[in-house]
């Protein structure tokens, strides 16, 4: 089988809140928007953001969804961006969670979490190169 996710899906409360944080966080524009669903295009994939109670109906699981114990990554191709990035993610309803510093595996990176809670890493790593596409390729 071959190693890809085509979509990540989060469960939201609110929308509206929701959509403020991507679109003026993180500057990305939807590529499809309904009440109960918004879906951003990336950069080989697709992230959706669907209401939770929408989401458990669409699962078929009863009561509503809380996020787990995980953490998404957006990483930059300069040390520089890290930091007005967590600023614009804070100033856009997320609440910082560990100002940017230096993890002892190197680079640099700080965490912020959407209006739901979701984990977002920051991240800048001088090893892993990404591409004009934005394509980052793990490197050690």
């Known amino acids: 089988m071959q190693q890809q996710i085509s979509i990540i899906t989060l469960g ?3 929308l509206a809140r929701s959509r403020r944080f991507y679109v003026e966080g993180f500057g990305w524009s939807p590529a499809f ?30 009561g509503l969804l809380a996020p787990g114990a995980f953490s998404l990554a957006h990483n930059v191709r300069e040390r520089k961006e890290v930091e007005p990035i967590l600023q614009r993610l804070v100033e856009a309803g997320g609440t910082l969670l560990r ?11 700080g965490y912020v979490a959407d209006p739901d809670d979701h984990a977002w890493e920051i991240a800048w790593n001088p090893a892993w190169a990404i591409d004009a596409n934005g394509l980052v390729t793990f490197g050690l």
């Open 99 to 109: 100002p940017a510093d230096e993890p002892l595996h190197g680079g640099f990176r």
């Open 33 to 62: 928007e309904n009440p109960e669903i918004i879906f951003y295009q990336m950069n080989g994939f697709v992230l959706g953001t669907f209401r939770k109670d929408a989401l458990a109906a669409d699962m078929n699981r009863r």
């Open 12 to 14: 939201i409360a609110d």
